[in-house]
T-cell receptor
Framework: AQKVTQAQTEISVVEKEDVTLDCVYE???????LFWYKQPPSGELVFLIR??????QNEISGRYSWNFQKSTSSFNFTITASQVVDSAVYFC????????????FGQGTTLQVKP | DAGVIQSPRHEVTEMGQEVTLRCKPI?????LFWYRQTMMRGLELLIY????????DSGMPEDRFSAKMPNASFSTLKIQPSEPRDSAVYFC?????????????FGPGTRLTVT
């Protein structure tokens, strides 16, 4: 069965610290996609990144970076020099088998960045 | 380009009343998803449509909930009769299943309060 696990329920850091959000997934598919979403206190869900299973190259976007490792079935998200505006709930997701478009979401990690 | 549009943004109603939530997906997207988010249960997929056809409604909590997608640009989620336990934020999301990707783009949500 497919599953996404975000073991960290809540993380609290002080501004300017680096923080890594963990995501572990389970799937038997050879082709799949992984995603990260951000939900700030305002409530909307914002798409951050998509990664396909054939591309293990790490991705960097400003202070955000993603480490995809098939060997450990992980897709971790690191925020460098965190800021208060990074405070949000972050969801990791996996595409469901078959051409359905359905995503399987993890339970989310609440990140609090204190000034 | 316009994102996913949901209305109303907030709805307060009394127990027993009918509630209708509306969604306009991103133009060209062929999949539409309805989610419910609560503190207790997190983000739950209620139902999703591909090309206007309901594919999986196993997440619909009970017969009081129904969803329709009469055309590619409009969907409704109806609760009749509403109960206090239906209070939640309801999100609509759309995606394009064709080609690569499957990322879903979320609307701003409808915050429903049933008193």
């Amino acid at each position: 069965a497919q599953k996404v696990t975000q073991a960290q329920t809540e993380i609290s850091v002080v501004e300017k610290e680096d923080v890594t959000l963990d995501c572990v997934y389970e799937t038997r598919d050879t082709t799949y996609y992984l995603f990260w979403y951000k939900q700030p206190p305002s409530g909307e869900l914002v798409f951050l990144i998509r990664r396909n299973s054939f591309d293990e190259q790490n991705e960097i976007s400003g202070r955000y970076s993603w480490n995809f490792q098939k060997s450990t079935s992980s897709f971790n998200f690191t925020i460098t020099a965190s800021q208060v505006v990074d405070s949000a709930v972050y969801f990791c997701a996996l595409s469901e088998s078959g051409n359905t478009g359905k995503l399987i979401f993890g339970q989310g990690t609440t990140l609090q960045v204190k000034p | 380009d316009a994102g996913v549009i949901q209305s109303p943004r907030h709805e307060v109603t009394e127990m027993g009343q009918e509630v209708t939530l509306r969604c306009k997906p991103i133009s060209g997207h062929n999949s539409l998803f309805w989610y419910r988010q609560t503190m207790m249960r997190g983000l739950e997929l209620l139902i999703y449509f591909n090309n206007n056809v309901p594919i999986d409604d196993s997440g619909m909590p009970e017969d009081r909930f129904s969803a329709k997608m009469p055309n590619a640009s409009f969907s409704t989620l109806k609760i009749q009769p509403s109960e206090p336990r239906d209070s939640a934020v309801y999100f609509c999301a759309s995606s394009s299943v064709t080609g690569t990707g499957y990322e879903q783009y979320f609307g701003p949500g409808t915050r429903l309060t049933v008193t």
